[in-house]
């Protein structure tokens, strides 16, 4: 389970305070990249903090309101599709972190950043492979990113039903395949992604592609 170990080196350093960073929605073909960044309380840290992955959408959603009350500021951050297209998904990815560290309440003065590339970011920062399950922190903006990410795919479901991203949030699931094949691409789906640029160019691609990310992302 993640702790404070990470928070409180740091703090015997430095005045504070510390953000935890991370992101969501990397890997899908449809969607927006979301990051969040969370500077929590220490005497005030929501039990069941965990990497989002290893929690249930139940668990998730009901972290979110507790990490949103109890926290010292949250910000978000995202880059649209067409941020995604121009730049790449790494840079995009980079570029959400930055826009949720700004979009900070509270101006940290250092943050964790889940992984292993850190982004230029407003702040100094320092990455923490699978930070998500080793610091409270990264593991409180990984809850955020994910739930935000989440609810603006089931959104976006209403409007094109046909994809079953209220399920999926844009992954390239059996269902997602059928969906691309059966409406074509949205304005919504990433044109740098592999599976997609097959699809414009007239190209057959298989569920066994789209699951297996063949070609998933454009060069990095």
Same mark, same amino acid.
């Given at each position: 389970m993640?702790?404070?170990?990470?928070?409180?080196?740091?703090?015997?350093?430095?005045?504070g305070p510390?953000?935890?960073?991370?992101e @969501?929605?990397r890997?899908?073909l449809?969607?927006?990249v979301? #990051?969040?960044?969370v500077?929590?309380?220490?005497?005030? %840290?929501?039990?069941?903090?965990?990497?989002?992955?290893?929690?249930?959408? &139940?668990?998730? &959603?009901a972290?979110?309101?507790? %990490?949103?009350?109890?926290a010292?500021?949250?910000?978000?951050?995202?880059?649209?599709?067409?941020?995604?297209?121009?730049? /790449?998904?790494?840079?995009?990815?980079?570029?959400?972190?930055?826009?949720?560290v700004?979009?900070?309440?509270?101006t #940290? &003065? +250092?943050?964790?950043?889940?992984? /292993?590339?850190?982004?230029?970011?407003?702040?100094?920062?320092?990455?923490?492979?699978g930070?998500?399950?080793?610091?409270?922190?990264?593991?409180?903006?990984? %809850?955020?990113?994910?739930?935000?990410?989440?609810?603006?795919?089931?959104?976006?479901h209403?409007?094109?039903?046909?994809? /079953?991203?209220?399920? /999926?949030?844009?992954?390239?699931?059996?269902?997602h395949?059928?969906?691309?094949? @059966?409406h074509?691409?949205?304005?919504?789906?990433?044109?740098? +992604?592999?599976? %997609?640029?097959?699809?414009? #160019?007239?190209?057959?691609?298989?569920?066994?592609?789209?699951?297996?990310?063949?070609?998933?992302?454009?060069?990095?």
């Amino acid at each position: 389970m993640p702790h404070y170990i990470y928070e409180s080196r740091l703090l015997k350093t430095m005045a504070g305070p510390i953000c935890g960073v991370d992101e @969501a929605g990397r890997g899908p073909l449809a969607g927006p990249v979301v #990051a969040a960044a969370v500077i929590l309380d220490r005497k005030r %840290i929501p039990k069941g903090l965990n990497d989002s992955k290893q929690l249930s959408e &139940e668990d998730r &959603e009901a972290l979110y309101p507790l %990490i949103m009350e109890a926290a010292v500021a949250v910000g978000v951050g995202e880059a649209s599709v067409d941020e995604i297209d121009l730049i /790449n998904i790494r840079q995009a990815t980079h570029m959400a972190m930055a826009r949720a560290v700004r979009a900070l309440s509270v101006t #940290a &003065e +250092f943050a964790l950043v889940d992984g /292993n590339d850190p982004p230029p970011l407003p702040c100094r920062c320092d990455t923490l492979i699978g930070g998500d399950a080793r610091s409270v922190s990264i593991a409180a903006a990984s %809850i955020i990113a994910k739930v935000t990410r989440d609810r603006m795919m089931v959104a976006l479901h209403d409007d094109h039903p046909g994809y /079953n991203w209220r399920s /999926n949030k844009g992954y390239g699931t059996p269902e997602h395949y059928a969906g691309l094949k @059966a409406h074509g691409v949205t304005q919504h789906h990433r044109r740098s +992604f592999g599976p %997609i640029r097959a699809i414009l #160019a007239g190209q057959s691609i298989s569920p066994e592609d789209v699951l297996e990310g063949t070609a998933l992302t454009a060069a990095e």
